[in-house]
């Protein structure tokens, strides 16, 4: 049988590092209940409603470098959740690099 839970965070626009805090104590507590797939929120990671930190550089790589914290605290779980994607192959029609509200899949430090 695989036991799948959710999770609904008090998710913080903007603050990255805190809300990668609630994930990982939530990841944590999913491994001691034996749960397989735990589930978060959409832009759980980022935040909604971020407004200009949408185009920040910095902003969008410290997306990317706490994803990959994510994936490594997944371990012996599945953890789906929402972050921003950035393609830089794409580009939007105004010229700037496509991103994406995304959904990850991690596992043991790999993204599935």
Known sequence: MIRIST?????IPGNIRANFEQMEREIQNARK???DILIFPELCL??????DLWEQNAFLRE???YGQKIAD????II???GNIAVDP???NNDGRVRKY???FAACNGQFL
Do not use: D, H, P, W
């Open 7 to 11: 999770v609904q965070l008090s998710v």
């Open 33 to 35: 209940q034996n749960t």
């Open 46 to 51: 980022s935040g909604y409603m971020i407004g």
């Open 63 to 65: 997306c990317e470098r």
């Open 73 to 76: 605290a997944a371990k012996n």
């Open 79 to 81: 953890v789906i959740f």
């Open 89 to 91: 192959k794409k580009k």
């Open 101 to 103: 509200n995304a959904a």
